[in-house]
């Protein structure tokens, strides 16, 4: 079946430093990859996404590549703040099922310290 | 922006009692679903619910589980006997079109906790 795995936390940043969470996936068909972010006390939000290979997602300074050939999506951050500290979940729906459920890895938590 | 809310926030029960989580979604949203996210663990998908019936559902949403969409706007999941194992984050999510490359949108959840 499907599956996402991403970098264990805790990951533990200075502000300014530059941020890669690594995901990998495993699908069936060809998968939509996202990343959603967890704010403290707050639901998932979407924050970007890629539909197919070398298609790049951004957002709010984030970028990840879609790339088929290593079935990654990493996650990266030139200059993180103390804002970003949240819980981050890389997800795939794939096209080889239906009803485009959601497959999650386990996320991993971000502190970014002043 | 639109939202999907869940209420309560968080939900106090007694093993082997019935609980009832609700979430509006997005009013123009046509796919409705359930996630739940045990603590330190994966968010794992429970169901999907189209067009008044379940269009999908996982291993983990066995008999005690249900969904309903009562009144056209709020869609809620019952666990009939609650189990301690039940106790986890429960996400509602719904969104407008049925395509892998379009995002679902997040309630903030529901936290259960099983006593």
């Known amino acids: 079946g499907d599956s996402v795995t991403q970098m264990e936390g805790p990951v533990t940043l200075s502000e300014e430093a530059f941020l890669t969470i690594n995901c990998t996936y495993t699908a069936t068909g060809y998968p939509s990859l996202f990343w959603y972010v967890q704010y403290p006390g707050e639901g998932l939000q979407l924050l970007l996404k890629a539909t197919k290979a070398d298609d790049k997602g951004s957002n709010k300074g984030f970028e990840a590549t879609y790339r088929k050939e290593t079935t990654s999506f990493h996650l990266e951050k030139g200059s993180v703040q103390v804002s970003d500290s949240a819980v981050y979940f890389c997800a795939l729906t794939d096209s080889g099922g239906s009803n485009y459920k959601l497959t999650f890895g386990k996320g991993t938590l971000l502190t970014v310290n002043p | 922006e639109p939202e999907v809310t869940q209420t309560p926030s968080h939900q106090v029960t007694q093993m082997g009692q019935e609980v009832i989580l609700r979430c509006v979604p997005i009013?123009?949203?046509?796919?409705f679903y359930w996630y739940r996210q045990i603590l330190g663990q994966k968010v794992e998908f429970l169901v999907s619910?189209?067009?008044?019936?379940?269009?999908?559902k996982s291993e983990i949403f066995d008999d005690q589980f249900s969904v309903e969409r009562p009144d056209g706007s709020n869609f809620t999941l019952k666990i009939r006997s609650t189990k301690l194992e039940d106790s986890a984050m429960y996400f509602c999510?719904?969104?407008?079109?049925?395509?892998?490359?379009?995002?679902?949108?997040f309630g903030d959840g529901t936290r259960l906790s099983i006593l």
């Open positions: 999510a719904s969104g407008l079109l049925r395509q892998g490359n379009q995002p679902q949108h």
């Open positions: 619910f189209y067009n008044n019936e379940i269009s999908e």
């Open positions: 009013s123009n949203h046509l796919y």
